[in-house]
Antibody
């Protein structure tokens, strides 16, 4: 089955760190660009970060630049998001999303993992 | 960085209504504009890409149009399954920004 499964969410104190993972299966992960998108409770979607298929090109939203690090392990079919210096405003469901080939944007999403930053 | 603004934020409609949602870009952009549908507790689902191309499996009552800075999503005859929140997304630039969303609820 073609799917993305996120893990690693949880409760963390402000200033703390957390590492999210996204396990890909059922498709050639190494040939796809990947993204992280988040959604604060009751709010809209916010694009967080992008990584190219080979990992050589990376982008971040201004809101997380310098605090979050995206990475991937193509041998393990996994995507990661290292989140440091977490703030209350980082509280959200974090989704990994596959950039489709060709003209289509994000065609495959995981179910999301909830990160709560609170003391 | 291209910012996306959707209107309205909330839309109340009845089954069978024609519904139009607008997405405005902060600067003129190419046709790399997509629309997603999201239901509570679920991941977004791609409906329209490249402004007007219908994603496989999406009903033909959904359509997209626009150019420059103004884009629209139209549902020709609203069905019970269509009550959800809709987001536009630009993928013209590296920051794949979303609009703030339009919730379509039952009138």
């Amino acid at each position: 089955e073609v799917q993305l499964v996120e893990s690693g969410g949880g409760l963390v104190q402000p200033g703390g760190s957390l590492r999210l993972s996204c396990a890909a299966s059922g498709f050639g992960f190494s040939s796809y660009e990947m993204n992280w998108v988040r959604q604060a409770p009751g709010k809209g979607l916010e694009w967080v970060s992008y990584i190219s298929s080979g990992g050589g090109t990376i982008y971040y939203a201004d809101s997380v630049k310098g605090r979050f690090t995206i990475s991937r392990d193509n041998a393990e079919n996994s995507l990661h998001l290292q989140m440091n210096s977490l703030r209350a405003e980082d509280t959200a469901v974090y989704y990994c999303a596959r950039r489709a080939k060709g003209e289509r944007p994000f065609d495959l999403w995981g179910q999301g993992t909830l990160v709560i930053v609170s003391s | 960085d291209i910012q996306m603004t959707q209107s309205p934020s909330t839309l109340s409609a009845s089954v069978g209504d024609r519904v139009t949602i607008t997405c405005r870009a902060s600067q003129s952009m190419s046709s790399w504009l997509a629309w997603y549908q999201q239901k509570p507790g679920k991941a977004p689902k791609l409906l329209i890409y490249k402004t007007s191309s219908l994603e496989s499996g999406v009903p033909s009552r959904f359509s997209g149009s626009g150019s420059g800075t103004e884009f629209t999503l139209t549902i020709s005859s609203l069905q019970p399954d269509d009550f959800a929140t809709y987001y536009c997304q630009q993928y013209n630039s590296y920051s794949r920004n979303f609009g703030q969303g339009t919730k379509v609820d039952i009138k």
